[in-house]
């Protein structure tokens, strides 16, 4: 989608410090980290959020997940645990209209989150 940052990441005309991706999905390392690590994964294809996701997308929603679980062992999160995030609209602080998925780990998160 034109002006969308997260497209312009997949186009690779904005940089990005890539960790993973294949035919369906790219992650990257978050540039403003809330975390020891912390990575995002984006489906390919622009979905502005899982509120506007369809049952069309019921595959690559799935990839995003198996991705996140790639990258969180890729990253060295597979043994303490780790968070995966989907921020949904205003009430969540969606900041980027493009679903991603955060990849949150390397210290212990509070429950309920903020
Ligand atoms: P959210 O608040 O859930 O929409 O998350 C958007 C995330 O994108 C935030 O954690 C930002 O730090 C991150 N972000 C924004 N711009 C970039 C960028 N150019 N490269 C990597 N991460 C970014
Ligand atoms: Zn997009």
Redesign the pocket.
């Given at each position: 989608m034109p002006g969308c940052?997260?497209c312009n990441?997949v186009a690779k005309s904005?940089?990005?410090?890539i960790v993973f991706e294949n035919d369906h999905v790219l992650a990257?390392?978050?540039?403003?980290?809330?975390a020891p690590v912390?990575a995002?994964v984006i489906p390919r294809q622009h979905i502005t959020g899982i509120h506007e996701a369809t049952p069309a997308d019921v595959e690559v929603l799935g990839r995003v997940l198996l991705a996140a679980r790639d990258v969180a062992e890729q990253l060295g999160l597979a043994e303490g645990g780790y968070r995966l995030?989907?921020?949904q609209g205003k009430n969540?602080?969606?900041?980027?209209?493009h679903l991603?998925c955060?990849v949150l780990g390397g210290r212990p998160m509070a429950w309920p989150p903020g």
């Open positions: 940052l997260f990441i904005t940089p990005a410090q990257f390392k978050d540039i403003r980290p809330v912390h995002l995030v989907v921020n969540a602080g969606q900041s980027v209209l991603h955060h």
